[in-house]
């Protein structure tokens, strides 16, 4: 039993290195195998499922009235003139769009892992078939 367990284990991580070491392969012979309109659907893809999905779970949180954070800021914005409201604004927009980028890497590669496990869990069932 701990043999097959084994043999099923350095069949994954070989399997996986083989993997890899294909795709970067793949990646040297050419730059971008992938048309602009399909990379920008997927892009708009993501960004729609991660809203819905925000969406979802906050409309799942509790009901809470406006954080005592968020009071402040806007009795902050009230101080300021309409310039200074401005380039605040733009400011967090900044910030909140950076956090979105980072956001996107990580579910991205979430997505990639998904897909590498899946693969070598379905080559591994075949195998033991």
């Given at each position: ?7 099923i284990i350095?069949y994954i991580?070989?399997?996986?290195l ?9 990646k040297?012979e050419s730059?971008s195998?992938?048309p ?5 659907f997927?892009?708009?893809t ?12 906050k409309?799942?949180q509790d ?7 968020e ?7 009230e101080?300021?003139?309409p ?5 605040i604004?733009?400011y967090?927009?900044a910030i ?23 693969n070598?869990v379905?080559?591994?069932?075949e195998m033991?078939?």
């Amino acid at each position: 039993m701990k043999s097959n367990i084994r043999e099923i284990i350095r069949y994954i991580d070989d399997t996986t290195l083989e993997k890899s070491n294909d795709k970067k392969k793949d990646k040297q012979e050419s730059t971008s195998t992938i048309p602009e309109e399909v990379q920008e659907f997927v892009n708009l893809t993501i960004t729609e499922h991660m809203g819905k999905a925000y969406s979802e779970w906050k409309l799942n949180q509790d009901k809470e009235p406006v954080s005592e954070i968020e009071k402040k800021y806007q009795e902050l914005l009230e101080t300021l003139s309409p310039e200074q409201e401005e380039v605040i604004t733009e400011y967090c927009n900044a910030i909140f769009s950076s956090g979105a980028d980072t956001e996107e890497f990580f579910y991205r590669l979430g997505l990639k892992d998904g897909l590498n496990l899946k693969n070598t869990v379905k080559s591994v069932l075949e195998m033991i078939s």
